[in-house]
Structures are given as C-alpha cells and as structure tokens.
C-alpha cells in the first residue's frame, strides 16, 4: 500500500491472502499495546498504524494499557512497565541483549493470546517491530514466535555521494539528492519515508554528504562529477540544516555522519593549518565536536576521504593516516563519537592494488579505538569481480570496516539489472586465514563495536528511489547483510520479492532467479569473466562515465599485448598476491591453482593458454562474452512471462530496461570480443569473431 507519492519498496504490506493466517493474525495483532516512551516509538506506532492496516486489511487499534476482552493483542514495550512482557520474557534475556537486540515471543497472558516485542531500547524495539511486519508480511506463522536476535555487526552505515548545495549525486543513477539543502531546516514528507526505509532494513548510520568534500585540484580531476561544497556542511550556520535531518533519522534508530574535509580547520575555521599534530589544530577539532554535539546530541561522526583523488590529507603535513584520523577521533571521543576513515588511497603505485596494504598494514594498532578503517571490499574499486583487499584479516588490532558499493557505478548503472548479494555473499565468505583457517571476511565485521559495514547508496529523487526497480534489492539487501552476514544472497533475495512483488510462490522464485543470475551475466559480457576488469569508458558526462565500453582507454588494467593477456601480480610481477595471508600468495601465484575466475587478475598469460578444460584463454574470452549476452536475453524472457503477475506499471518499467540492457551488452560483447581479438589474432572457434562489419 502506498502512503506517500514514492514507492514503498519492500514496504508494500499486502493483505494477507490465506484466510487462517490472517485470521490468526488479526486475533494477536489487531489491537496493539505500545509504551508511550521516546521518538523511536512514536515511529513503531506509526508503523504499526500502516503495516497492520495493510496486512489485516484493518486499521489496527491502538492502546496505552493491556486491552481486554479481547482475543489476543501485540504489545511492543519493557518488562518494567509492561505485565505482559513480564510475563513473557525473563529478565536475564532481555539483559543479554545489546542496545539494538530484542526479543519477539508469542504468548498467552489472562487467556489472551499475544504477542510481546520487547528490548532494552526504544531502538531495539523499533527493529524488533520492523522484523515482526517482515514476518507477517512473508506470511511466516507466529502462534509459537520465538525470535531473540540482535544485529552481528554493530556499524551498518550507509554513505551517500549527494553533493550539498548543487543536489547531484557522484555516481547516482536515480535522480538528484534527495535531501534539499537549499529549504533545510524545512523537513520533506521525503525525508521520514526514507528514514524508515534504511530502519526496516537494520541500518543505524547514515552519512549526508560526498566524501568528495571540494573539488579536486588536480589535473584531469572531472569537473561533472566531482563533489564541491560539502566540506560547508561544518560551518556553523549550516548545522541546524544537519540537526534537522538528524530529527528524523533519530526517530527511527539511524544516527547521523558528515563527510569532512581534513582541511576544515584552514576551510571552516581561520587556521593556516590542518596539520593533525598542531595544537590549534587539535583544539579546533575539539571545538567544532563540541559545537555540533550540542546541536545534535546522538551525533554519529565523520566520515574522511583523505590524501586520495585529490583530496587533501595528512600527507600534506608529512604526517601518516593514523596520526591524521586520531585527531578527530579524539575530538569525537567524549561525545560517544566515530570516525571511519577509508583506506581508499593510491597513484603512487603502478599498480594500484598494492597500495592501500602498504599504507595501512603498517598502521595496525596505532589507530585510536574509536577510529574505523573503512576498506573497499576489493583493492581496485568496485569492479564487477575483484578479489578481496589484502587488508582483510591483516589489521586484527584495528576497527574495520567493509565498504561495499549499492549503486551500480561499474555494473550498469541505473539500466542494467545486477544484484550484488551474491558478489557482496562472496565477498563476506572469503577465508583470510588473518586469524588462521576459517577467518571469514564477515568474521572480521562482527560482534565489536566500531566494526561493521558502509554502503555507498544508490537513491535518488526517483520515485521509486533507486532508478531501477530491481535495484531496490541491493539498498534492502545491504541493510540485511550488514545486519547478519551469515544470511545468504538467496535468502535475502527470495524475502525481498516476497515483499516487493507479493507472495505468489511462482513470482517469488522468477524473481528470485532474475536477480541470482543477473550478476554472473555482467561480469561475462563486460570482462570476459576470467580476472579482467575496468574497462568502462571514462567519458566527462556524467552517465557516461564508467558506463560505456571503453577497454582501449585502459590498458593498464588489463595488461593487454600481441603475446597475452592479464597482470602479474606474482612475485615476478607486481607481488600483489603476496600480501594475502594463509594458502593463498601460493595458490594465486600458480596458474594452475590460481581460481579461474581471478586468472588475470593475477597473471599475464599468452592468449593460447589452456585452462582445466583445454579451453584456451582467448576462446573463453569470447564464449563468457557470448554467454552474458545469451543469458541476459533470457533474464529478460523471464521478465517478461511474469506479465500479469506483477503490477503493470513496474512490470513495464523493468521490462523496458532489460530490453535496453541487451542492447548495451551486445555493445559491450562486440567492443571486447573485437579489441581482443585486435591483440591476439586468433580467431573464434565457433566463427563469430572477427565480427560481420
Ligand atoms: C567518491 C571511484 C569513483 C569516484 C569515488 C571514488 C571513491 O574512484 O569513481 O566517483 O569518489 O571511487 O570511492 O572515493
């Protein structure tokens, strides 16, 4: 059901079809008994006011005392001022619980039958709610509910690259930003249906603004995209606009980040410095910490892209990244405040992948505890496929954090479908060996405060908020995953369609399968599917950037000649591979044992080398590139059968882009399989390369 102008996304709440689950659920929920406490209840009433309404296809009542006489009723508060949830929950188990946990258990109380959602927050009671309407809304039973969760990852933050002032968004695909500096203070109906977005998801932080604070004096630097006046957001006078979107991501359990510039002493303030071991410098920080805190009590912190794509850092003081972070964290630190400073550094280097280990592994320990080191899940940048960063399980005395990409900047953007759970699944799985075998990824983000996940967004002013409707998965799937990165891409995959596109089991499984497949397809026809990456366009328009086929512009990246293909980031090349940890600087050194998947990435092969199945190397090329179009043409078949099935008016809107998505992977297919074959001389097999003019 829609209550605003927007999409509700995954927040449909259709009615519950089966008659008995409805009525089992109308006779626990109709009637709800929610504790008059802080703003994150307010929000759960209003929730419950729409999702119950929705589903039960009546609007709930809603009481400040138990009602009686009734059949049953929900009641969302604390043991202390609720009998019910006394009676339900003992208290050593709400006790246990972290400040975002709760516990959701049917019960029967004074022959009622009810069902308590309780915490030992108004926060943990807002996403115990929240995972309650997902329950109803997957048509789960919930006569003998029994749910104690809490998140496994305790930061679950979500950054955007909207640029203040001018309201575009670095590598946005759906629309201006959403927040509108221009009329803050003045809050947008916009801005509460977003909040309530990112909290069913399990997100708590959000960051405002582009890391790209000003744009980059440097040479080349992209004037369409850069981000410009970010680093304003610190002046005084504009920090009431900042504490007023924090007004409404409080009331729904999301603290508010700004990104900000390392030289706002000398930008914001008169210094002329930034220099982090100056004592003006420190005493400014301090300052302005205790300025926005006053403002904004449940701050969250800052967010800094430093000494990277030109943006100023401590290296302009002759100061490394520990002794440039620890300066704010400690001007956050008496407020309960975080940095997360990213580990997203390099041009120093030839290859770029070696770098942000060799700046930062140094480091581990010298960072201050309220500091996280916020690292791209692979070493280049968001490319289809990447392996992971060798920083992963070799900072065991630092806070990390894994920074993932929800716009598709590299994967198509706002036209091409591609689900990044399974990529992002991948990634969490990836043994690091850091901690010896079995040190997953996603063990490294867990169960510390100050670790945990940032997602780069991908809304925008469309009305359905991500450009493309599939694209809503990756926002929502991110949420989950930060929260528990033990649930798996389908899992998460299959309860978005539930609740995005309704509970018909077939639709579910169609889309389902849409989005599962959707990645691999990418990855086929815009890099051969064998380690090879970054070879999009780099047009000054913004959509065309990183969007088009462009392999010529980057040879670099793919260490393309006459006798092979791919880099050697072996021991005789660039040693990259040694950085890994555990079986793997040995097993990705070796063609043989090197995954086939990240071959190039990790060696340059003649073109006539055969992999396992005596398929050379130039031949796979062009069968992954002829296989991603295949198969997106049938993701678009599948699409299409679902007519009738799925509301009209997004069953067009997709279809319109799959058809538009076989367009360009053809595009990409013929580019790559061509410049290919330019190189290697050879031939398809199969007669389709050199391509018919
Ligand atoms: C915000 C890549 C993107 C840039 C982005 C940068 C970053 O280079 O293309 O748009 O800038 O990553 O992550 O800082």
Redesign the pocket.
Known sequence: MVVTDYDDCWLQYDRVDDPDRLSAYRRRCLHAYVSEEGPELRAVRQELRVGLDGLLGREPHLWQHPPRSQDGFLAVGRRDNMEVVRHAVDAAEVDGLDEEGYVLRATEWEGQDCVVVTANTDRGMLFGTFHLLRLLSLGEPIADLDVVEEPRAKERVIDH?DNPFRGSV??GYAGQSIFDWETLPDLRERYWDYARLLASTGINGVVVN???TEKPDREGANDA?A?MEGWQLLESENLEKVAALATVFRRYGVRTFLSVNYAAPMLVGDLDTADPLEDDVEAWWKRKADELYERIPDFGGFLV?AD??GQRGPYDYDRDHAEGANVLGRALEPHDGRVFW?A?VYSEHEDRAVQAYETFEPLDGEFHDNVTLQI?NGPI??QPREPVSTLFGAMPETNVACELQITQ?YTGQGVHACSHLPQWEEVLEFDTHGDGEGTEVRDLLVDRAGEGFAGVANVGEDRNWTGHDLAQLNLYGFGRLAWDPTLGSEEVTREWAAQTFGRNPSVVETVTRIQEESWPAVIDYETGGIGLMHMMYNGEARLEN?YDPGPEEWPEYTGIAEDGIGLDRTPSGSDYASQYQGPWPARYADPETCPEELLLFFHHLPWEHELDDGTTVIQRLYDNCFEGVEAVRALRERWSALAGTVDERRHRRVAERFDEQVVQAERWRDSLVSYFYEYAGVPDERGRVPLDD
């Open positions: 690259w670095e590598r582009n890391v790209n995209i981000g892209k990277s794509e990213r997203f791209k940048d968001f900047e990183h």
